[in-house]
């Protein structure tokens, strides 16, 4: 069964429904999926975990009393904005090994904070692990290895099951503004800046599904869905963003903006130096909510909302 989506981006304000949709889409009959929708089997890929250990290394950091890395605290954005470009980056990493199934690091922290230096410096940021002394890379591999080395578990396993030409890839990720800022959003903040660190092979490929909710809509999603503690913060179903980075970075949005302002109706641009990529895109509307439910177990999800909800999905991907 050949995808007739080959890369699908899934982009919204957190708590907007992405991880929910995502949800949604694995558990559907292929068939279906194929028919009203033009998916294959689905490969997902999401930034978020990225995030969560940007958040834990920060987190041992300030243990070991070493100069800080990523978050000052655990409630405030992030120290470098450009780091929303080293997480574009990964994914694009990510990507580029679809297919591929390499072995587990046998030392995961040190692979992972390479991995950022490396990521981080196509966004022009200095390196910020390789020079630390070795007893503090020690310290937070004994902290970490064993969070990290789950993540790269479950790498391999997504990286694995990639099909060329019959796996649909999904990715998700969250990009935004400070509140009352309208766009054009300032680098490095919104999609228009993120878009662009995406690889050649992604931008050729993809097509883009927003998932349409108000900043302040969001905001109120995120309270309701947080679960304390690491349980939830670990979870891209569960996870809560803190206020300051709820309004600092997700206090306004882009991208209706950049596709009113494309030049080709229903496209989104992204410039890469004299040429552009012009990727196709839907909106889902859910500023009335129509996907929280779907965190349930799919057992108990109520048949008049799954059904209008699919219908709903079914206009946007037609687009």
Do not use: C
């Not at 064993?146 to 990720?173: H, K, M, N, P, W």
């Not at 803190?242 to 494309?262: E, K, W």
Request: hydrophobic share 40%.
């Amino acid at each position: 069964m050949h995808a007739t989506l080959d890369v699908l981006l899934l982009l919204a304000l957190p708590a907007s429904g992405k991880s929910e949709l995502r949800r949604y889409l694995s558990h559907l009959d292929p068939e279906i999926a194929a028919t009203d929708f033009g998916l294959g089997p689905t490969v997902q890929l999401d930034d978020y975990p990225y995030v969560h250990l940007m958040r834990r290394v920060a987190q041992e950091l300030r243990e070991l009393d070493a100069s800080p890395v990523f978050f000052a605290s655990d409630a405030e954005p992030f120290l470098d904005g450009r780091d929303w470009a080293t997480l574009t980056a990964l994914v694009s990493e990510d990507f580029a090994a679809l297919g591929s199934a390499p072995d587990v690091p046998n030392e995961p922290t040190s692979w992972l904070l390479d991995r950022y230096d490396r990521a981080g410096s196509i966004g022009g940021i200095e390196p910020r692990f390789a020079p630390l002394p070795d007893s503090v890379r020690s310290a937070l591999s004994v902290a970490l290895d064993d969070e990290v080395a789950e993540l790269a578990r479950q790498r391999v396993a997504t990286l694995a099951s990639y099909e060329a030409g019959i796996s649909t890839v999904v990715i998700e990720f969250a990009r935004g503004g400070p509140e009352g800022v309208e766009p054009p959003l300032p680098d490095p903040h919104g999609y228009q800046y993120s878009l662009r660190f995406l690889s050649d092979d992604i931008l050729d490929r993809a097509s883009i599904l927003y998932v349409w909710v108000t900043p302040e809509e969001s905001r109120k999603r995120n309270e309701e869905r947080a679960r304390p503690g690491r349980d939830g913060d670990a979870s891209i179903l569960h996870h809560g963003v803190p206020d300051a980075v709820m309004r600092g970075d997700y206090g306004s949005d882009d991208l209706v903006y950049l596709l009113d302002s494309s030049s080709d109706a229903g496209t989104i641009e992204v410039p890469l130096g004299a040429a552009h990529h012009r990727i196709a895109t839907a909106v889902f509307d859910n500023r009335k909510d129509r996907t929280s439910f779907l965190r349930a177990d799919p057992s108990t999800w109520d048949p008049d909302a799954t059904t209008a909800l699919h219908q709903a999905l079914k206009g946007a991907f037609r687009h």
